[in-house]
Structures are given as structure tokens and as C-alpha cells.
């Protein structure tokens, strides 16, 4: 196991801590997203997915916004017969929530692993293309992954990829070891069986419920009381090196040298004193 390699580790882990404390610092100005969208598990086409649902939720007021197939066909009278003009109830959906993305340009979005054109705000944006649409691209540093935080802070190990009821996806298990409540929670298959059945307020549900759960997350791993499967060694490295740069970024123990030292300064300073009065 490389030293750099431990001491970057820790070094990451102190970063995504004083991220999650600027986040919470700043959360009037920082949004929760999720979003629910067609099977990744049906259909080799290549097509992009179909989105059915996206919600974003203030970290400081719990305000949510959402944006649906369901409602947008509502709001033109044909929830009926919505089935029928997919692509424009989706287009308007789309419409909705670019125009308040670019509304809340200077605000951060935390999300779970909307990384890429596969599932993400990539993805959002190819497929407003495609219905013919012109997106808004939010710039990256205003993305924050809280999946790939959770790995900085407590190691890959930190949750099972599976909850004792068989679902998969470490959100349904940090979900359970926390006993928050996910109730409407869909996981990955439940959701691809929601969209074949063509149940979108089934998924819209989903997509709401998951985003109070992420929210749960974030605020525990502030106060710092979130229950994972991480042990200490997870957390801060099994080099005898990262362990002392943790010990140095702890605030006890950085009081402690603190004080050391002035004492030390105090010893040196009596012994020079001395020593210059034994000269006359």
C-alpha cells in the first residue's frame, strides 16, 4: 500500500468534509435532484431514455419542485389519453425544468450518481436535444455527487450493494441501516416494471421519496451521526502515515500539539533566560 496514496486519501476525506460543511452553510442556495427516467434494462437500441419525472428539493426548506409526464398532460387536459403524445408532455416536463435550472444558475444540486450521458444531467440534456429542445448546461462545479462523497468520507465499504430484502443499490441499504423510511422507494427493476406498465406516478412517487432520503443522508453525515458498515480503518486508512495525518487534522489532538509546543517555547525560553543570567 503506497503512502501517497493513503495520505491523498485522507487529504480527500478532509476535503468532502468541508464540503458537506459549506454545503450545509450555504443550504438556502443548494438544491437536492433525482430524477426517474425509461428501463436501462429493455431495448438495445442505443436510443436515449425517456424521462418520466424530475424533482429538485431546497436542502434548507424542504420546497420541492417537480416536473412530470402526468402533470404536464394534466395541465393540457389529456391525462387520459397522455399515452398518446409522450414526446410532447416529455418535452414540456423538460421545458419546466431547464428554464428553473438557469433560474437557480448560482445554486449547487446535490445528486446520486448523475455522472453521465448514461444517467445524469448529461443525459437531461441529450435528451432535450433530441425532442428538439436547447438546454441549459449547468457547469460541473455546481454538481455534487453525494455517492462518491460518501466513498471519500467512510470507503468504499461503507453500505452493502444490497438491502436484507434483496434490493439492490446502496441506497436501499444505507436507507435501511438508518431506518429511514422509503416508503414508494422503487428500486432499479421495481422502476423498469413501473415504466413497462406505463404506472409514471408510480415513478414520480419514487422520485420524491428518494429525494427526501438523500437529503436524510446529507444531514446525517453532517451532524455526524450516520450509520454505515465503515469501520475506523475504512475511514481513515491503514497506513501508519494517513493515521498520524488524521490525528493531525483532529481537533483534540491539534489542541494538544497546540499546547505542546507552547510549552515547549515556554521550557526553551526559561532555559535561555538562565543561561544569559549565568553570563553575569
Known sequence: MEVGAEI????QRKESRELINALFQDSTRVYVIHYSCESFYEGSTGASKRVTSIAVRNLKTGQTSSWSLHKSAELDGQLESMHENLDRYEKSMLDGYFTFLEQHSGCRFIHWNMRDEHFGFYALEHRYRVLKGVPYELQDDK?????????????????PHEDSKGRSGRI??????????????????????????????????????KLDMFAN????????????????????????????????????????????AILGAIVKYEAAWQWARSLF
Not at 491523498?8 to 487529504?11: E, G, I, L, S, Y
Not at 455534487?144 to 461503507?158: E, I, N, Q, S, T
Not at 409514471?200 to 420524491?208: C, P, Q
Request: hydrophobic content about 45%; overall charge positive; glycine content about 6%.
Open 143 to 159: 454538481k455534487v455527487d453525494l455517492a462518491r462523497v460518501l466513498v471519500d468520507l467512510f470507503g468504499k465499504k461503507y453500505a
Open 172 to 209: 436501499m441499504s444505507l436507507a435501511e441501516l438508518n431506518k429511514v423510511t422509503d416508503k414508494d422507494a422503487l428500486s432499479g427493476k421495481e422502476e423498469a416494471a413501473a415504466f413497462v406498465t406505463g404506472d409514471f406516478l408510480k415513478m414520480h412517487r419514487s422520485t420524491l421519496r
Open 8 to 11: 491523498d486519501r485522507v487529504k
Open 217 to 260: 443522508f446529507f444531514e446525517r453525515t453532517h451532524k455526524g451521526d450516520l450509520v454505515t458498515k465503515a469501520s475506523w480503518l475504512d475511514r481513515v486508512g491503514v497506513h501508519p502515515v494517513a493515521v498520524i495525518e488524521w490525528l493531525k487534522s483532529h481537533p483534540v489532538v491539534s489542541g494538544f500539539i497546540l499546547i505542546g
